[in-house]
């Protein structure tokens, strides 16, 4: 955050909102600050405001929205005793491959100093981005409940396994990968399978 003053929380969304725009219709290489302000209709210099460098600024716009996604995952404990627990797992985990998620993979990748940046951050404990983690560990328990899953699992282990599982193949395997969903779904299966015999085949 730029000491030159306090970002407005209205104009550090719209802000994101248009780098989520140019980011998914031009990709990563068109992400620039003179393209974000144009995007959200701002002045040049605007986003130099609340952010100290460009970098500062990517780096809390990609976990703003890696946040945002795993907070989606929240819903996974209406689905508790409905379908089969590895249907509602692996739609829960595949969600992350949205376009957005993937789009956001494809930033990440493209900028190595990035990654670094976005490591340093969380290592600080400015940005909790475990909320898909107890989402589906939550899940996982209330389905422990109903013995739908064996009794002496490690929920937050499991549902670290998955969603890291599924992050590594984004940014192992790059999230042009054609077959990406496919080897996504293959490991959560895999991991699904091993949690009881009431996990179902659906």
């Given at each position: 955050?730029?000491?030159?003053?306090?970002?407005?929380?209205?104009?550090?969304?719209?802000?994101?909102?248009?780098?989520?725009?140019?980011?998914?219709r031009d990709g990563p290489t068109?992400?620039?600050?003179?393209?974000?302000?144009?995007?959200?209709?701002?002045?040049?210099?605007?986003?130099?405001?609340?952010?100290?460098?460009?970098?500062?600024?990517?780096?809390?716009?990609?976990?703003d929205r890696a946040h945002h996604?795993?907070?989606?995952?929240?819903?996974?404990?209406?689905?508790?005793?409905?379908?089969?627990?590895?249907?509602?797992?692996?739609?829960?985990?595949?969600?992350?491959?949205?376009?957005?998620?993937?789009?956001?993979?494809?930033?990440?990748?493209?900028?190595?100093?990035?990654?670094?940046?976005?490591?340093?951050?969380?290592?600080?404990?400015?940005?909790?981005?475990?909320?898909?983690?107890?989402?589906?560990?939550?899940?996982?328990?209330?389905?422990?409940?109903?013995?739908?899953?064996?009794?002496?699992?490690?929920?937050?282990?499991?549902?670290?396994?998955?969603?890291?599982?599924?992050?590594?193949?984004?940014?192992?395997?790059?999230?042009?990968?054609?077959?990406?969903?496919?080897?996504?779904?293959?490991?959560?299966?895999?991991?699904?399978?091993?949690?009881?015999?009431?996990?179902?085949?659906?």
């Open positions: 955050m730029s000491p030159r003053g306090v970002a407005i929380p209205e104009v550090r969304e719209r802000l994101f909102l248009a780098a989520e725009r140019v980011l998914d068109a992400l620039t600050g003179r393209a974000v302000t144009r995007q959200a209709g701002y002045a040049a210099g605007l986003l130099y405001n609340h952010f100290e460098t460009f970098d500062d600024f990517l780096a809390e716009f990609v976990l996604r795993g907070a989606d995952l929240d819903g996974l404990a209406a689905r508790t005793g409905t379908r089969t627990v590895r249907q509602n797992v692996r739609e829960a985990a595949l969600s992350l491959l949205g376009s957005n998620m993937l789009a956001l993979g494809g930033l990440v990748l493209s900028r190595p100093a990035l990654l670094a940046r976005l490591g340093t951050m969380m290592a600080g404990g400015a940005f909790d981005l475990r909320g898909g983690e107890r989402a589906v560990a939550n899940y996982l328990e209330a389905e422990k409940q109903r013995g739908r899953v064996s009794g002496d699992i490690d929920s937050e282990a499991i549902a670290l396994a998955i969603l890291g599982a599924v992050h590594q193949v984004i940014l192992t395997y790059g999230p042009g990968a054609t077959d990406l969903r496919d080897r996504a779904a293959r490991v959560v299966d895999a991991v699904v399978a091993t949690l009881g015999p009431d996990t179902g085949n659906g």
